[in-house]
C-alpha cells in the first residue's frame, strides 16, 4: 500500500473499519494508528520484527473478510 487511503479502500473492501483490525490484533486505537503510519506512510522502513508481524496478520486479517464479502455476492 502506498498511502492511508489505499489502507482505507482495502478496509471498505473487506466492509470492516480499523477498529476491527486493531480488536483483531489485541492493540488499541493508538498502537493500531502507530502501526498504519510506520508500514503505510513510513513503507516500514522504521518497523521492528513485532510490526512487521503485527502488519502481516492485519493483512491476511483484510484479505480474509474480502474474501468472505466476495463469497456473499
Do not use: P
Amino acid at each position: 500500500m502506498s498511502n492511508k487511503w489505499d489502507w482505507r479502500e482495502e478496509l471498505g473492501k473487506a466492509h470492516i473499519i480499523q477498529q476491527d483490525v486493531s480488536n483483531f490484533l489485541g492493540l488499541d486505537k493508538s498502537q493500531m494508528s502507530a502501526l498504519v503510519k510506520k508500514m503505510v506512510i513510513g513503507q516500514g522502513l522504521t518497523a521492528t520484527q513485532l510490526d512487521k508481524d503485527r502488519w502481516k496478520r492485519a493483512i491476511e486479517y483484510v484479505k480474509y473478510k474480502q474474501s468472505q464479502q466476495k463469497g456473499e455476492l
